[in-house]
């Protein structure tokens, strides 16, 4: 048995806030998304690299103030891409944490906080 990876779903609560966070700012790719001709609610589901998440506009899809961790092999490195393309509501920090490794927490419009943690070598710098 085979199981794939996790695909979280991430509340959020207007689909044109959440494309300027995660597509212009965090640099991830919009894969598809789904606008009712009502106007109703939407969804859409968002890529880079490994990391997929599905941003849910839907009632119980997911409550503001989820924590999600992504793993990434050069914190410091996306943090300064992220310095690049200023957010003038975001000025997220690189960590050390007790337990060898980086993080960078960021926060997006809607309540919900991405951990992009790094694990490091004890021996090596940090931050």
């Not at 410091?76 to 000025?91: A, D, I, T, V």
């Not at 490794?101 to 419009?109: E, S």
Request: with cysteine; charged share 25%.
């Amino acid at each position: 048995m085979l199981i794939g990876p996790a695909r979280p779903v991430l509340r959020m609560f207007d689909l044109e806030i959440a494309k300027t966070f995660y597509i212009d700012w965090l640099a991830f790719s919009l894969d598809w998304e789904y606008r009712p001709e009502s106007g109703g609610l939407s969804i859409m589901e968002v890529s880079r690299g490994h990391t997929t998440i599905h941003l849910s506009e839907h009632y119980g899809d997911g409550s503001p103030g989820a924590k999600l961790l992504v793993e990434v092999d050069d914190v410091s490195s996306l943090h300064r891409e992220l310095q690049s393309r200023p957010n003038g509501y975001m000025k997220p920090a690189v960590e050390a944490t007790e337990w060898d490794t980086k993080i960078l927490v960021i926060l997006d419009p809607f309540g919900n906080r991405l951990v992009f943690s790094q694990t490091i070598n004890p021996d090596s710098e940090t931050c």
